[in-house]
């Protein structure tokens, strides 16, 4: 199997910046040849260009007068000025690209060139909500959930009906995003019209991200909203929630036209096998992410090792997108190196962000068009250089992939909990372990190797990020397992051949 390296782009923000570095306007209908070159240089194979649709005027004055957001742009972008903030990319007001973006015909330009360097895209979809300003909020607000009087959740808007009470999206946990409409996914009609635009999303990308994917399970909307009546004028036969839940015949449905489409669900709150069980391709390993960030060494061993291995290989790793702040900021550059092999080394999506990989500090919040210019950290860029050159010349993210369990080394010694060990194997007899010490402090363990006819050869082993070569026989290594000593945060990428 072949595991997704994913990219995720700040559309807006990187064309932005591409038009100033080229001194001409930049869409995606012309995107410099060098780009793409140096994404399948670097082994990605999935584009997420995040923020492509258009966004509205009543979402963007929301996004202006919000006083929490406008201390993040000036946290973000110092000196930040109106023209620096549109809409939110998650209020979307229309599925159709950007028109300051390059519209539909540069968005279909861009994928054909991606296709071409062996890339596929992916796009947003946000199940939810919609903008503000999308049209269906005035022409159809009976697939809204909506209140017979005002309240703080509601807002009122103008509809060929009338006057309605439409509710903010929101999830349970947080105030209503008051840039966005509620979907009501209690009704039959607003389920068949978000799978159909699902359908047209699908008919011109190879993938989709769906934004808050959970928020949709039955138990969890009906949670949501249970304060909320389904409005009176919709018609009790139009009122039953259909089985299955909505993402099982909507994923159904576009996997029959598109049997390699990718879904990948950003998900919360333990409901990752959910979704997964739904459909979902790969979905979000938050936990991952949280464990990594706190240098907490033995939970995330803890909680990779308690993964079945099905779930562990649908999780998307990460050390930030754009809902998180910069790995760069958060990490030394030793802890930051180790983390990157973590997430680079599992079975899974291998999920990259825009920045990350030049060692930006600065969290931008979505809705800047702009950002503010930061010098690259070359130490970090050498660091993400190196780790993605050498997996091509290796078994990781395309071969089978096997979690180990690393055993102490000695029975007073408990740093064999801060091993992160995974064998890939794809043509035997070679094979490679990716082998990462995430604590400060030097560790020591012996794991048992699961190869095939181990005894039968002596093997060298080569690091492939260090000149560090080392040979062990077959029969040791089969009898008592392989001795690691790493130093604090080592990284090391072996690879195992015999002779």
Known sequence: ????????????????????????????????????????????????????????????????????LQSGYADALPGWQEADVGGSPYAISDYHANPTLGGEAGLTAFRERLHAYGLKLILDFVPNHLGLDHPWAR???????????????????????????????????????TDTVQLDYRLP?????????????????????????????????????????????????????PSPEFWTWAISAIKARQPEFLFLAEVYWGLEGRLRALGFDYTYDKELYNLLLA?????????????????????????????????????????????????????????????????ARRRLPVQLRRRAHEPVQREVESMY???????PATAVGRGRGQLLHPHPAWPTNP??????????????????????????????????????NLAQHDWTMRDLLSAEQHQRTGADLSDHGLYLDLPGHGAQLFRFQPG
């Open 189 to 241: 009609a607003t389920r068949a019209a978000m799978a159909s635009l699902l359908q047209s999303v699908a008919e011109r990308c190879d993938g989709v991200r769906c934004d808050m994917a959970m928020l949709l399970l039955e138990d969890v909307f009906a949670k949501t909203w249970e304060r909320f009546p389904i409005s009176e004028q919709i018609p009790e036969a139009d009122r039953q929630t």
């Open 385 to 391: 250089e190196q780790l993605l050159a050498a997996l």
């Open 139 to 177: 022409e159809r607000p009976e697939l809204f959930v909506q209140n017979p009087r005002p309240t703080p959740e509601v807002f009122a808007q103008e509809t060929v009906a009338g006057q309605r009470w439409l509710a903010y999206g929101k999830d349970p946990y947080f105030p209503g995003w």
């Open 1 to 68: 199997m072949v595991f997704p390296l994913l990219y995720e782009i700040n559309t807006r923000c990187w064309l932005r910046d591409l038009s100033e570095t080229c001194g001409e306007a930049i869409t995606l209908s012309n995107v410099p040849e060098e780009q793409l070159r140096r994404w399948q240089r670097l082994g990605f194979s999935h584009i997420w260009l995040m923020g492509v649709w258009a966004s509205g005027p009543r979402s963007r004055t929301q996004a202006l007068t919000h006083a929490g």
């Open 295 to 359: 240098r907490n060494a033995a939970g995330t061993q803890q909680h990779l090792l308690g993964l079945p291995s099905e779930l562990l290989g649908a999780g998307a790793h990460f050390l930030e997108n754009h809902d998180e702040g910069r790995v760069a900021s958060a990490l030394s550059l030793a802890a930051h190196r180790a983390a990157a092999l973590v997430i680079l080394g599992l079975p899974g999506m291998r999920f990259l962000h825009d920045g990350q990989l030049s060692g």
């Open 415 to 452: 740093t064999a909990q801060n091993f992160v060990v995974v064998q890939w194997q794809d043509q035997p007899p070679e094979f490679d372990l990716v082998v990462v010490n995430l604590a400060p402090h030097s560790s020591q363990c012996y794991v048992r190797l699961p190869v095939g």
